[in-house]
């Protein structure tokens, strides 16, 4: 069965070239088009697509508005983002876009994207094909926040010394597990939440990213990114992006991708010895 694209550009002839450059793929078939996010919404709504090609700077509602808005919806498409900007890289990540290219479209990185795409598919369709990512797109941009990974802040205690956390409370379907760090593999922040992902599942927890990495051993946890703090056990694979960026693919079971932003990249590849 083909999967069913949707290009969303409020530029015609950027969607010509895509239309032109999608049609040697065999298996994906393009049954819309969308000039603005508010056409494209009203398609969404009354059609399944497998995959939506996104603009991000149109008028109105943006195309990173749009995502953010589908991103909870049952049956969501997957999200290639391809647009002239890439300041919003970071923000694309957070809406667990598959893919972020930049115009002129490079047609090996919009091979890679398709690529993705079919891989997640079968996936999610019981196929054999398991899918190489969780959260897919890498930071393109360096990150402000996280540039005080060497010395995270430290919450005051009696002694002046902050005592590393030997448990960390998670809310499960109204219980409190207590979770230890070696069982999480990262941790993240969606919307205004920050949750734990273990093996088994993703729990939310009472406190803010910039919390636990003050709280946890440094020696543990890294600081990839404002949205992420990863276990360095987990770390699997550092993946080059582009741009001086990295992914790090973690050892769960859908090999998730955690994008490292560029001035955490160097501080990496430093405590890895690379």
């Known amino acids: 069965m083909k999967l069913r694209a949707l290009l969303v550009d409020d530029e015609s002839p950027a969607r010509k070239e895509l239309r032109y450059l999608?049609?040697?793929?065999?298996?994906?078939?393009?049954?819309?088009?969308a000039a603005n996010a508010i056409e494209a919404l009203e398609l969404i709504?009354?059609?399944?697509?497998?995959?939506?090609?996104?603009?991000?700077?149109?008028?109105?509602?943006?195309?990173?508005?749009?995502?953010?808005?589908?991103?909870?919806?049952?049956d969501a498409p997957a999200i290639i983002f391809i647009t002239a900007h890439e300041e919003f890289a970071v923000d694309a990540f957070c809406v667990n876009a598959l893919d972020y290219?930049?115009?002129?479209?490079?047609?090996?990185?919009?091979?890679?994207?398709?690529?993705?795409?079919?891989v997640l598919h079968g996936a999610l369709n019981g196929s054999a094909?398991?899918?190489?990512?969780?959260?897919?797109?890498?930071?393109?941009?360096?990150?402000?926040?996280?540039?005080?990974q060497a010395q995270p802040p430290k919450p005051s205690t009696e002694n002046g010394t902050a005592r590393a956390m030997e448990v960390i409370p998670v809310e499960q379907r109204g219980k409190t597990i207590?979770?230890?760090?070696?069982?999480i593999i990262y941790i993240y922040t969606d919307k205004d939440n920050v949750f734990a992902k273990t093996q088994k599942e993703s729990y939310l927890t009472r406190f803010?990213?910039?919390?636990?990495?003050?709280?946890?051993?440094?020696?543990?946890?890294?600081?990839?990114?404002?949205?992420?703090?990863?276990?360095?056990?987990?770390?699997?694979?550092?993946?080059?992006?582009?741009?001086?960026?990295?992914?790090?693919v973690v050892d769960d079971h859908e090999r998730s991708e955690v994008p490292v932003s560029r001035t955490q990249s160097r501080k990496l590849k430093e405590i890895l010895g690379l």
Do not use: W
């Open 22 to 33: 999608l049609q040697d793929y065999a298996d994906l078939q393009i049954i819309g088009e």
């Open 45 to 74: 709504n009354n059609l399944d697509y497998s995959v939506v090609f996104l603009d991000i700077d149109m008028p109105g509602l943006k195309g990173i508005d749009l995502a953010r808005q589908l991103k909870d919806k049952k």
């Open 101 to 118: 290219l930049l115009k002129p479209i490079n047609t090996k990185r919009l091979d890679q994207a398709i690529k993705k795409l079919f």
């Open 129 to 148: 094909a398991v899918p190489t990512t969780e959260h897919s797109l890498s930071s393109e941009l360096s990150d402000p926040e996280v540039s005080t």
């Open 178 to 183: 207590l979770l230890r760090p070696e069982e």
């Open 208 to 248: 803010t990213l910039r919390d636990l990495e003050a709280r946890l051993n440094p020696n543990l946890f890294f600081r990839t990114h404002r949205c992420y703090l990863v276990n360095i056990k987990r770390m699997r694979e550092l993946v080059p992006y582009f741009n001086g960026t990295y992914s790090v």
